[in-house]
């Protein structure tokens, strides 16, 4: 039978028993309302609950009470809950107590609030006394009254932190667990004082109002500012709300034989088998994850309690067949007896991601597919970053725990406010604590890498960086930080705020200075293994296997994915190296690239000079592009090369105004010698000048300046394509005209260009067809995409001056002036210079394609601005049914990856 009652049928209800409930339901009970529920219904061994869920929450936000009868309903399940355990409220022989957890749909470890041992009061210490002890009810009693005064009456934590510090001390001991009954009982009576001093409000002595006033305080704790602030950054919106969860308390806390773990199904860092955890005798959850003892790892409880050991390691094995997925877990001991306290998909770093999936495919829990679902485009990317290139011989400062993998070097900064202030300044910082809390969120956000002295690899440092994807070593032996001195001594020497160091947070070593970086395993890897033209070579174990599992994720991806990807390069270094991470042609060869630096001066000559300059000019340049387009196309024999003529504006080719005017004014002045030479340089520049170049003199409109130059450009690249044919290679070039805003504009650019490739043909007696694309970036170009596509044998959609166009606004200008503060007060959620404007930018995109291949069935499309190397806009892409994305080289592996995953996840969309 269903305990719920409904006041309306229709909504959703506001309680539901763990009983009722399955895993489907996260929506509603939350994520850990439904595990809890789902482990209840396989016959885990959780203790009895229920659950308010996020519909009563949502009320509780928008109404700001709870709905009506919630009161009523949540009596009628406490009442239940006194029959299944036994246990009444109150009662001074056996009180039922109970935690009152927080727990929203999508997890945001350590945002909201949790109270453990509510229904505590003066009365039923005797039963709690009877069942563990006097140690134990003391010890229970004085959380309480502590967490109830955090968390429900917003008395300040630290207030109970310090008189801790001087109980400990009175008593000289070094932790809580040691502190006696007596110094407990004394703690409560002190910390119930503080609360009458704080708030004017004691712990009330009734169980049924703690409740009460406790349920509020976690609806509440949805919109503390550092769950708004992590649900921001994760993308998780803020109306959500989260469920309540009632549980009924075990105690880790009653002795030597009792105590609290949270591990880990596989190691997460790694994605290695094998159970990863930290322990804690003696001790209840909080004190595992808050950091205030440095936890044993989990192997200390198969020596000290191997059948509750042997029981939790086949739980585990349960979980992970049930769920086909590394879990997290949460257990509490209570005198030898094992208690499941939670799960949920366990969080992992993004080597874990991919090791995991392809071991689960082995392992026959899920197909490849399912795999590919399971990774993403922005793990590989940090998979792809650099590592240090050798510690041997560096000065090592501290070893501690590698809880988040990577390298980074920044300076050291003792709390969060000074982590984000100097970040602002474009500094590199690396945040140390003593451990870390929700408060310093911000702080790590802000950081490269974060330190901290105490807590485990489940601490709620590590969990945080690694799902931010921060370097991070937890745990730090030896690290002793003085925040009053901005100082810290680690075993290998002490260091000041602001100095230099290198944190590897693979190994979990910390280095004095800026160590140098090189390129990741697995980039090597991706790359040698292209050069062997097989995934041989066997490379060392760890590396190895996620090596293996990245290629094969890959290899599955290109068997799914139906987009071509290619790479935006100029260089033949370049070109190879995207060949080698799997580019299937250049979509993007910018030429002007090949006319910048020393060579600037040819294209002042052109456009400056003389008549004899100008002949003179043009002959180099055609010469140096013929060698250059030589280059490019034998690096990429068999495969396309698309080239675009030369687009930026004109000045950047010519000396700047402001220089050579001063010149000038000083070769003219009193004691100077007038030089007629730079006078004519400088009526030249001034003629060039404008006020606006993003929007002037460039692209095809250079054709209406320097025809001949584009002609030259043409003619090259005919010859060298004709003289490579003659060596028996098979190059491919194509031909793009940049910054088209109308079909005249294309017809006159392609006529010149036709000639130019024919005058080419006719020197050397043979025949050569070069197809001539145009580059969509202006929202006139994509509206009037059928009248283009006429003559245009294919698209190619430069996404970043489109998205300028677009949004009329100049991408360096923006991001320097306000587009971060536009982010930051919600005016935009996200950048549209990384991920495209589905709704704007992705319109015209979409118009363009549609219009354009009605016009022209086979006409080509291709996308060459940096969102083609994007996850999210690849995706959009793929919807969108461009042919291919061309990014840059380092990210072909990404945009290979996301093309496979875009078929996939549509699929699995689709059928539900
Ligand atoms: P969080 O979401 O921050 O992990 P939890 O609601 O899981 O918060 O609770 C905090 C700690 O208290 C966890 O370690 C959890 O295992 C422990 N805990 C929660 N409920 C109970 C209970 N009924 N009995 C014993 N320990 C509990
Ligand atoms: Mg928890
Ligand atoms: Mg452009």
């Known amino acids: 039978m269903s305990l719920t009652v409904n006041s309306n049928a229709s909504t959703a209800p506001f309680v539901v028993a763990f009983a009722d409930g399955d895993m489907s339901m996260s929506d509603l009970m939350g994520g850990k309302g439904a595990n809890l529920a789902e482990m209840t219904r396989i016959g885990l061994p959780v203790p009895h609950g229920f659950t308010i869920t996020t519909a009563a929450c949502r009320h509780y936000l928008t109404l700001g009470r709870e709905p009506d009868d919630l009161d009523h309903q949540v009596g009628i399940h406490l009442a239940q809950l006194e029959s299944t355990t036994g246990r009444r409220l109150g009662n001074p022989a056996d009180p039922l107590l109970v935690s009152v957890r927080s727990g929203a749909k999508r997890s945001m470890p350590g945002m909201m609030e949790t109270v453990l041992n509510v229904g505590l009061t003066d009365a039923v ?14 010890d229970c009693y004085r959380r309480l009254v502590q967490m109830y005064g955090r968390t429900v ?59 009460r006033r406790t349920i509020d305080a976690v609806f509440s704790s949805w919109n503390v500012p550092r769950a708004m602030t992590y649900r921001k950054h994760q993308g998780i919106g803020d109306d959500a709300g989260t469920a309540v969860n009632i549980v009924e308390m075990v105690y880790g806390n009653t002795g030597p034989d009792s105590g609290s773990g949270v591990c880990f199904t596989r190691d997460p860092a790694s994605g290695e088998p094998g159970v990863y955890g930290d322990y804690l005798p003696n001790a209840q959850g909080e004190d595992v994850v808050n950091g205030s003892r440095t936890p044993l790892p989990l192997q200390d409880l198969s020596d000290h309690a191997p059948a509750v050991y042997e029981q939790l390691m086949g739980h585990l094995r349960t979980l992970e067949t049930h769920y086909r997925d590394l879990c997290d877990v949460e257990f509490t001991v209570e005198d030898g007896t094992l208690w499941i306290l939670q799960t949920r998909v366990g969080k992992r770093s993004p080597a874990a991601a991919f090791t995991v999936a392809s071991a689960m495919v082995s392992e026959g829990l899920i197909d490849l597919d399912e795999a590919l679902r399971r990774v993403d485009g922005y793990q590989l990317e940090s998979l792809l970053h650099p590592r240090f290139m050798s510690a041997e011989g560096e000065l090592l400062l501290a070893t501690g725990l590698a809880a988040s993998p990577g390298a980074a070097v920044g300076e050291v900064v003792f709390d969060a406010q000074k982590a984000v202030s100097q970040a602002a300044e474009g500094r590199n910082v690396v945040l140390m604590r003593t451990e870390t809390s929700a408060d310093d969120v911000g702080g790590m956000l802000a950081a490269v890498a974060i330190v901290t002295a105490r807590g485990g690899r489940t601490s709620h440092a590590a969990v945080v960086a690694r799902g931010i994807g921060r370097t991070c070593v937890a745990g730090v032996d030896g690290l002793v930080i003085d925040l009053d001195a901005r100082t810290a001594v680690c075993p290998g020497g002490s260091i000041k705020e602001g100095d230099t160091i290198s944190v590897d947070g693979t190994t979990g070593k910390i280095f004095r200075g800026a160590l140098a970086v090189r390129q990741s395993q697995v980039a090597e890897l991706l790359e040698k293994q292209a050069d062997d033209g097989s995934g041989a070579e066997q490379p060392e174990p760890v590396a190895g296997s996620l090596a293996a599992a990245v290629l094969q994720l890959l290899a599955h991806a290109d068997h799914r994915r139906l987009i071509g990807v290619r790479a935006n390069a100029e260089t033949s270094p370049d070109a190879l190296r995207a060949r080698r991470l799997g580019a299937e042609g250049i979509g993007l060869c910018r030429t002007e690239h090949m006319l910048l630096g020393e060579r600037a001066v040819l294209v002042e000559h052109m456009v400056l000079g003389d008549e004899s300059d100008r002949a003179a000019a043009l002959a180099d340049i055609e010469e140096l592009a013929h060698t250059d387009f030589l280059d490019i196309l034998r690096a990429m024999d068999g495969l396309p090369v698309v080239v675009r003529l030369l687009d930026p504006p004109l000045h950047e080719f010519l000396p700047d105004l402001t220089e050579l005017s001063v010149e000038v004014a000083l070769n003219n002045a009193p004691g100077g010698t007038p030089d007629p030479q730079a006078a004519r340089r400088l009526a030249g520049v001034r003629r ?25 450009q ?20 194509e031909l793009m005209v940049p910054l088209v805003a109308d079909p005249a504009e294309l017809s006159a650019a392609t006529a010149r260009m036709r000639g130019a490739i024919e005058s080419a043909c006719v020197a050397d007696g043979a025949t050569l067809r070069i197809p001539i694309g145009v580059m969509i970036e202006l929202p006139r170009a994509a509206l009037t995409a059928d009248r283009l596509a006429l003559d245009a044998d294919f698209f190619s959609f430069g996404t970043n001056d489109l998205t300028q166009t677009t949004w009329g606004m100049s991408r360096d200008d923006a991001e320097g002036a306000f587009l971060a503060e536009y982010r930051e007060s919600g005016l935009l959620d996200v950048d549209p210079f990384m991920t495209l404007d589905d709704v704007g930018v992705g319109r015209l995109v979409r118009i363009a394609v549609e219009e354009g291949r009605r016009a022209r069935p086979d006409l080509g499309l291709g996308v060459c601005g940096e969102h083609a190397g994007d996850p999210i806009s690849i995706r959009r892409l793929v919807s969108i049914g461009v042919d291919y994305v061309s990014c840059s080289p380092p990210r072909v592996p990404i945009a290979r990856l996301e093309g496979g995953r875009a078929v996939v996840l549509a699929e699995s969309q689709a059928t539900p």
Do not use: C, Y
């Open 714 to 733: 043409v003619r090259a690249l005919a010859t060298a394509t004709l003289e490579l044919k003659t060596a028996g290679m098979d190059p491919h070039p």
């Open 125 to 138: 210490i005797p039963g709690l006394v009877a069942r563990g002890g006097e140690r134990f009810a003391w």
């Open 153 to 211: 009456l917003g008395v300040d934590g630290e207030l109970f932190e310090v008189a801790l510090v001087a109980a400990r001390r009175e008593a000289g001991v070094l932790s809580d667990t040691e502190l006696d009954a007596a110094s407990l009982k004394k703690l409560t009576t002190d910390f119930r004082r503080t609360l009458v001093n704080e708030v004017g409000e004691d712990l009330p002595q009734d169980p049924r109002e703690q409740i």
């Open 688 to 712: 060039w000048h404008e006020g606006n170049p993003m929007l002037g003199l460039r692209g095809v409109r250079l054709l209406t300046v320097v025809p001949e130059l584009i002609e030259a």
